[in-house]
């Protein structure tokens, strides 16, 4: 399947309809967010629809991936941010991790992680200043 540019192109195909409500289960079952009316006076940060499609090695669609994420270019530093953080892990990191877990003999595993959260509360009184 193409990977499509606009939601009005994939609410015509059942399969990306089923994955954006794949996405939108996890966001229930993790209990990621809470409805709350829009506060005066603050800026809101909207969410947008990405559509990518995950090929294996000779180019064939495996799957079909929908996330929600922020519009990040909508955001004001100092306003609806102070810092960013990526929880991403570099490959040397990895690899060091890796060659220590063989000389320990330790035993190790690989999970796949559909859908991961960072949960925290914020400190409402430092972003309402």
Known sequence: MVELKSIKETLE?????????EESIEFDRN????????P???H???????????????????KNKARMVAKGFTQIKGLDYVDTFAPVSR????QIFLAYAAHKGF????????SSFLNSELDTKFYLQ
Do not use: P
């Open 13 to 21: 195909h059942a399969d990306w309809i089923t994955t954006m409500q």
């Open 31 to 38: 209990q990621v967010w809470t409805l709350v009316s829009a």
């Open 40 to 42: 005066q006076d603050h």
């Open 44 to 62: 809101v940060v909207c969410t947008i629809w990405v559509f990518r499609n995950k090929l294996d090695e000779v180019g064939v669609v495996i």
């Open 91 to 94: 490959l040397e990191a990895i």
């Open 107 to 114: 035993k190790f595993y690989q999970i796949y992680v559909k």
